[in-house]
């Protein structure tokens, strides 16, 4: 049987020291101001979409945190 993921948005949830919005925001900017490459623009952009919806269905935190964390780690982190 299939059970619907209520469509609850994780409203404050920490991520380190970040929320999960704010980490998306940053990603988003880094897209738009071209800090990606066309290959990696493309599975930034897949992982990005993953996160936003994982945030919107409440799934875990963890794997929020993996799909952010290796976007992360492809530009160099927070500058």
Not at 6 to 20: H, L, V
């Amino acid at each position: 049987m299939h059970q619907e993921i209520p469509n609850e948005k994780i409203e404050a949830e920490e991520i380190g020291n970040e929320t999960a919005e704010g980490l998306i925001a940053r990603v988003e900017a880094s897209l738009e101001n071209g800090l990606f490459d066309r290959h990696e623009r493309e599975e930034v952009k897949r992982m990005l979409r993953t996160a936003q919806l994982l945030t919107q269905n409440t799934k875990t935190k963890k794997e929020i945190n993996r799909l952010l964390a290796t976007i992360e780690n492809m530009y160099g982190g927070p500058e």
